[in-house]
């Protein structure tokens, strides 16, 4: 590797013994191998080669590699300035687990059928997987993002050995969607909003994504973030909009404003020309 490559390492304790890691300007060149765990991997810059069944690609910027457990393996990066990429090491039980629960079957026959993906809609699914999984989000959440991956993954015929049922019809996306709106301040989980669409939590998931383009808890999430911002709107205080619609804490409803609108609760309240009152008492 490159003196200059920064790692990032993290657990992920939703999944049992996964494993995100990112590398910045990372140079290496490995011989072949295999891992225990299922990778994939996003290349963020540079590029990279692997060399997977006999078969030499090229996984360029933007590019995703899959790689399945024990799949022996080479790889090296391509000349440059070197390549960063984010990496989720999967195990195969956990990964087996969400899918069973879910209602995929038969989860433990899943492997990738190709090394490469290179369409913007995998991509985008895997980097909200990942940013979900750097906020240590619940094995709930996790696993609706994991599904929403996955279902796309067979859907586009990279990722083969088990079936999903049909989505969700429109009516219990409706059902379920209602009671999304009415109740955003809730703990709403993905089995409860399943239930009351009368399908399985697998197929709420695909269907939301196909209606919508996001899983029940980014929709659930929006939502929120709707109604916080017609409470500051109103003058309340930031504190008290992020209580009144369901976030766990001030740092989650913070992030998560910055990435919905794109600027901090703060900074919005000041643009209308609103101020958080002070604690502090003048004597």
């Not at 195969?92 to 995929?104: I, S």
């Not at 709403?188 to 009351?196: D, H, I, N, S």
């Amino acid at each position: 590797m490159s003196k200059h490559m920064a790692l990032k390492r993290i657990a992920i304790p939703a999944l049992d013994g996964a494993v995100l890691m990112s590398i910045e300007r990372g140079r290496a060149i490995a011989a072949r191998h295999a891992h225990e765990s299922m990778l994939i991997g996003l290349v963020r810059a540079g590029a990279r080669e692997l060399t997977v069944r006999r078969t030499r690609v090229n996984v360029p910027t933007g590019g995703m590699f899959l790689l399945n457990p024990d799949e022996p393996h080479s790889s090296t990066t391509m000349p440059g300035d070197g390549e960063s990429y984010s990496v989720l090491c999967l195990p195969p039980e956990a990964l087996f687990r969400v899918l069973d629960d879910a209602g995929f079957g038969p989860a433990r026959q899943t492997r990738f059928a190709h090394p490469l993906a290179l369409d913007a809609d995998t991509r985008t699914a895997f980097v909200t997987l990942v940013d979900n999984l750097e906020e240590c989000a619940s094995l709930d959440v996790t696993s609706q993002y994991l599904q929403a991956f996955f279902a796309m993954l067979v859907d586009q015929r990279t990722c083969i050995g088990f079936r999903h049922e049909p989505e969700a019809g429109a009516s219990g996306i409706e059902r379920a969607r209602r009671i999304i709106l009415a109740e955003c301040d809730c703990d709403l989980t993905l089995g409860e909003l399943a239930q009351a669409a009368r399908v399985s939590p697998s197929a709420l998931v695909r269907g939301f994504a196909r209606r919508f383009g996001l899983t029940p808890h980014a929709y659930l999430v929006r939502a929120r973030l709707k109604r916080a911002r017609m409470l500051l709107d109103q003058g309340v205080p930031q504190s008290e909009a992020a209580a009144t619609t369901g976030f766990f804490d001030q740092s989650h409803f913070a992030n998560a404003f910055r990435k919905y609108y794109g600027l901090s609760p703060g900074r919005y309240r000041a643009a209308l020309g609103l101020h958080e009152k002070s604690s502090e008492k003048n004597c």
